[in-house]
C-alpha cells in the first residue's frame, strides 16, 4: 500500500506545532503564566512539572502522564508497532487471523 505523503506532513506538523507550543508554554511559564491544557497529547502532557488529571469512573485523580491510557498506547506503538499492528489488525505473523488481546 503506498503511502499518502499528504497524511504524513499533517501527522509531522501537528507534532511540529506540538513541540512549538511546548516551547511558548514554556517561554510564558518562565514569565509566571499559568495554563489549564485540555486534551490528550503525551508530548504535552510530559511538560515539566505539570499536573496532569484523569477524568475515570473513580473520579478526577492527579496522574503521572506515563500512568495516562494515552501515553501508554503511543509507547507501546513506537516501541513495538508491529506487535500493535498485528493486535489491531488482528492477524498473525504469517498473515492468518488471529485472535490477539491488547494487553
Given at each position: 500500500m503506498a503511502e499518502n505523503p499528504s497524511t504524513n506532513s499533517r501527522t509531522a506538523s501537528r507534532?511540529?506545532?506540538?513541540?512549538?507550543?511546548?516551547s511558548r508554554i514554556h517561554e510564558l511559564a518562565n514569565d509566571d503564566s499559568q495554563f489549564i491544557i485540555t486534551g490528550h497529547s503525551p508530548i504535552l502532557m510530559a511538560y515539566p512539572d505539570a499536573w496532569v488529571h484523569e477524568c475515570s469512573a473513580a473520579g478526577i485523580q492527579r496522574v503521572h502522564y506515563q500512568d495516562?491510557?494515552?501515553f501508554q498506547v503511543m509507547h507501546d506503538f513506537v516501541v513495538n508497532p508491529e506487535r500493535m499492528l498485528d493486535?489491531?489488525?488482528d492477524r498473525t505473523r504469517?498473515?492468518?487471523?488471529?485472535?490477539h488481546v491488547l494487553k
Amino acid at each position: 500500500m503506498a503511502e499518502n505523503p499528504s497524511t504524513n506532513s499533517r501527522t509531522a506538523s501537528r507534532s511540529g506545532r506540538q513541540l512549538a507550543l511546548l516551547s511558548r508554554i514554556h517561554e510564558l511559564a518562565n514569565d509566571d503564566s499559568q495554563f489549564i491544557i485540555t486534551g490528550h497529547s503525551p508530548i504535552l502532557m510530559a511538560y515539566p512539572d505539570a499536573w496532569v488529571h484523569e477524568c475515570s469512573a473513580a473520579g478526577i485523580q492527579r496522574v503521572h502522564y506515563q500512568d495516562t491510557e494515552h501515553f501508554q498506547v503511543m509507547h507501546d506503538f513506537v516501541v513495538n508497532p508491529e506487535r500493535m499492528l498485528d493486535i489491531l489488525l488482528d492477524r498473525t505473523r504469517d498473515g492468518r487471523k488471529g485472535g490477539h488481546v491488547l494487553k
